[in-house]
């Protein structure tokens, strides 16, 4: 019986930017949902009421090993600033994560003793989609 799914071998890709390459870290901060506060002088007991609003479907952030060469991530992800299109994050069991989003920024950090790296966030624009592994 497995209790878990070891990160190793997980991809991103964009229909535009292909295959992000040289990936260290990847975080998907989930599809989270407006709360309305309907509370009124006469709510009962003093209780506060509320009211589940709009669903944000979130964004991906990620760390990659720097590559500036023609073809490397850093020029893909330059080139793709702003340019909406599916991503597709695939675990290394099959199953996978997606929504539309673009690359809304990103970072380069050049520290004087560790690797050069870059830190990217992709915001979704749409509802994402989960994908189990088929039974």
């Known amino acids: 019986m497995s209790d878990g ?13 292909g295959t992000i390459g040289n990936v260290v870290t990847l975080t998907i901060d989930g599809v989270t949902i407006d709360i309305i506060d309907i509370t009124t002088m ?11 609003g709009l669903k944000d479907p979130g964004r ?15 020029n893909t992800i330059h080139n793709n600033l702003g340019t909406s299109q599916t991503w597709t994050v695939t675990f290394p069991d099959t199953s996978t994560y997606a929504a539309t989003g673009w690359i ?30 088929a039974p």
Request: aromatic fraction near 8%; glycine fraction near 8%.
């Open 5 to 17: 799914t070891h990160g190793h071998g997980t991809t991103l890709a964009g229909t535009t930017a």
């Open 42 to 52: 006469d709510s009962t007991n003093k209780w506060k009421e509320k009211l589940a």
């Open 60 to 74: 991906i952030t990620f760390t990659v090993n720097y590559d500036g060469s023609a073809s490397g991530n850093a």
């Open 104 to 133: 809304q920024h990103y970072t380069i950090a050049d520290p004087v003793a560790d690797k050069i790296s870059q830190d990217v966030t992709i915001e979704f624009t749409a509802e994402p989609t989960f994908t189990d592994v």
